[in-house]
């Protein structure tokens, strides 16, 4: 309990200092301390009997933060960044891109994900003959899924609902509230997050959500462009309708997948929670034991790793096709701490892949260019600065999870974004181009 409640109070310091330097509390700063300090104090509560994190583990974890934090104070003296350019504007417009533009991506990317959605639960319904079948064999269906052996499923299909997913959270910042169509893209994963009987893309989901959401929030007010003020009714109530739905799915899916909330490791206070929907034994140890994992492997110390394996996976299951590289599986080796685990923080992943040196190395340029391109994109920034900027602050965000450039949807889905806004700047022109030829007679047949 002393030690959870200085690792909260060092947290909370830390926080204070992120909102004084970046002048707000949402900051990359605070995204990455925030998660870190809640799994790293829970992890001492102890209210499940987890070993005590090794001192490689601390080494690592404190090392990791001082890197981070340097990067981001190594930002702060460039001078060119402290340049404010003021716009404004009058009407929704999104890096010059308007409404009926972004609902257009939105409703495509949303279309595109429900049709995976719905593939997807098609394929179950084919094996197990119905919905209650599907439900009841949840755990199947799981273990099937880690095993790589639902082959007719199309794959990848729900990178569009990610890329939707961050638009829409851009696009209420401008609005100030929920409209119907943004319910698409988020609708969509669900339902795909429900065919899988997974919780990890649920999270990531929500977390592009409020990333969108908070770095357009913070142009808008740097910039002080025109924009409808939220309005608060709609938002608290569309707030609560999706909290009760990653609430209700993310249970579900627990239910479902027959999770055991009897785990013999529990205190007695936690084994109170083990009717409670929201804190429940299993929700405790997804939220904390992650740290434990990174511990266990550090100890250990048996795992071999090519360069950037884990960092990288889609690339080396894109060269595994070509079978220029052996085939490596996206489920990493489980740890017993004391149930079994497999997710260990992304430190794992980068002291897998990179070494002493990644532990260092990558934290600071995590730091470094989220803090970059955090200031840039409020003076002078672009839409394809804003995808690159929301990549940086999902990886601070999910960091206490795991490295999510490991799934392939988190890469696709940015990529996927880059590629829309340079089509919808290059399209017009290319049409503007095509009817001054056409009117000049420059084209014939």
Not at 123 to 129: A, E
Not at 226 to 235: A, P, R, T
Request: glycine fraction near 8%; aromatic fraction near 16%; hydrophobic fraction near 50%.
């Amino acid at each position: 309990m002393q030690i959870s409640l200085f690792l909260f109070i060092i947290g909370l310091l830390l926080v204070f200092a992120g909102r004084f330097v970046f002048r707000q509390w949402t900051n990359p700063l605070s995204l990455y301390i925030v998660p870190w300090t809640v799994v790293l104090a829970m992890y001492h509560l102890k209210f499940m009997v987890y070993d005590d994190l090794c001192s490689e583990a601390w080494a690592v974890i404190i090392v990791s933060l001082i890197s981070f934090i340097l990067g981001v104070v190594l930002v702060f003296p460039m001078k060119e960044l402290n340049i404010k350019t003021e716009r404004s504007s009058t009407s929704m417009i999104f890096f010059g891109f308007t409404d009926n533009q972004f609902k257009f991506l939105i409703f495509c990317f949303g279309f595109l994900g429900l049709i995976g959605s719905l593939q997807h639960w098609s394929v179950l319904l084919k094996m197990f003959g119905g919905i209650q079948e599907v439900l009841l064999s949840a755990n199947i269906i799981y273990s099937m899924r880690v095993q790589g052996s639902l082959p007719e499923v199309l794959p990848y299909l729900s990178f569009f609902s990610y890329a939707g997913i961050l638009l829409v959270g851009a696009r209420i910042a401008f609005r100030g509230k929920f409209g119907w169509l943004d319910t698409l893209p988020m609708i969509s994963l669900l339902l795909k997050e429900m065919a899988n009987f997974g919780r990890e893309g649920l999270l990531q989901g929500f977390s592009e959500l409020f990333i969108g959401f908070i770095i357009c929030r913070t142009i808008l007010r740097y910039q002080k462009i025109k924009s409808q003020k939220i309005n608060v009714k709609n938002f608290l109530l569309s707030f609560l309708l999706l909290a009760t739905l990653l609430v209700g799915s993310s249970t579900a899916v627990r239910f479902f997948r027959g999770t055991t909330e009897n785990f013999k490791q529990s205190s007695r206070e936690l084994g109170l929670m083990k009717s409670n929907i929201i804190l429940t034994p299993s929700i405790y140890l997804y939220a904390s034991g992650h740290v434990g994992v990174l511990s266990k492997y550090l100890y250990l110390n048996n795992e071999n790793a090519s360069f950037g394996e884990n960092t990288f996976l889609p690339i080396y299951h894109l060269l595994t096709k070509f079978q220029v590289v052996d085939k490596s599986g996206f489920y990493q080796k489980p740890y017993y701490i004391p149930i079994w685990i497999n997710t260990g923080t992304y430190l794992r992943e980068v002291h897998a892949d990179f070494g002493s040196l990644g532990v260092l190395l990558v934290p600071f340029l995590l730091g470094f260019f989220s803090t970059y391109y955090w200031f840039k994109i409020q003076h002078n920034g672009s839409a394809y600065q804003f995808v690159i900027l929301a990549g940086l602050l999902n990886i601070c965000v999910m960091s206490f999870l795991m490295m999510i450039t490991r799934g392939a949807n988190f890469a696709l889905s940015h990529i996927l974004l880059l590629i829309s806004f340079w089509l919808l700047r290059i399209l017009p022109k290319i049409t503007n181009h095509i009817k001054s030829k056409l009117i000049n007679g420059q084209i014939v047949d």
